[in-house]
């Protein structure tokens, strides 16, 4: 199985802050990596697939990049809805995997 | 719109089976293949098992392969997970979803676009 794993596992930022969470697979995965946003209670919705193509209806301060191993996911100016869960996911191999998840709250 | 409603989860004892289903509508289901993914309380996000359209290609996680079964009903739109022998640790939030697959730098990507609201299933004496 491909270990995918985040970091940092949980972070603080305030509004209108700049952050980046990153994900390092357990071997190349070239793009094949998604980021998805849970909010409690509520399903994952997708942010961006193949490392760095913005799902359609994404704010464009989402952004991310990388190849083999090593990814992050940006979010450029932080609004109050952007508190969530961020997970990212490799889809190299069908046997897909998720990374633990990074909680980022309001600080 | 994409819809995908997912039904049957409960109360269920260690040993018990119990069978989950996840309604579609709003696209052509039989064109997509689609997974089962489950989060335990207060966990993250675990993939379950994946079928393809047609159902010639299937796959489980590791924790549950031999226990669960995926299936589906094109004719149907519908899902199916069929999970017996349950463990205290399949306690989760069961979500499906629709693995959507796109063109990036001359290579075929998928990923999961749509996704249901989630059914909880409990393991418990």
């Known amino acids: 199985d491909i270990q995918m794993t985040q970091s940092p596992t949980s972070l603080s930022a305030s509004v209108g802050e700049r952050v980046t969470i990153t994900c390092r697979a357990s071997q190349s995965i070239n793009i094949y990596l998604n980021w998805y946003q849970q909010k409690p209670g509520k399903a994952p919705k997708l942010l961006i697939y193949a490392a760095s193509i913005l799902q359609s209806g994404v704010p464009s301060r989402f952004s991310g990049s990388g190849s083999g191993t090593d990814f992050t996911l940006t979010i450029s100016s932080l609004q109050p809805e952007d508190f969530a869960t961020y997970f990212c996911?490799?889809?190299?191999?069908?046997?897909?995997?998720f990374g633990q998840g990074t909680k980022l709250e309001i600080k | 719109e994409v819809q995908l409603v997912e039904s049957g989860g409960g109360l269920v004892k260690p040993g018990g089976s119990l069978r989950l289903s996840c309604a579609a509508s709003g696209f052509s289901f039989n064109n997509y293949n689609m997974i089962w993914v489950r989060q335990a309380p207060g966990k993250g996000l675990e993939w379950v098992s994946s079928?393809?359209?047609?159902?010639?290609?299937?796959y489980y996680a590791d924790s549950v392969e031999g226990r669960f079964a995926i299936s589906r009903d094109n004719a149907d739109n519908s899902l199916y997970l069929q999970m017996s022998s349950l463990r205290a640790e399949d306690t989760a939030v069961y979500y499906c979803?629709?693995?959507?697959?796109?063109?990036?730098?001359?290579?075929?990507?998928?990923?999961?676009?749509?996704w249901g609201q989630g059914t909880l299933v409990t393991v418990s004496s």
């Open positions: 979803a629709r693995v959507n697959e796109a063109t990036a730098d001359g290579t075929w990507v998928h990923y999961f676009d749509s």
């Open positions: 996911q490799q889809s190299f191999i069908t046997l897909y995997t």
């Open positions: 079928i393809n359209s047609r159902s010639n290609y299937i």
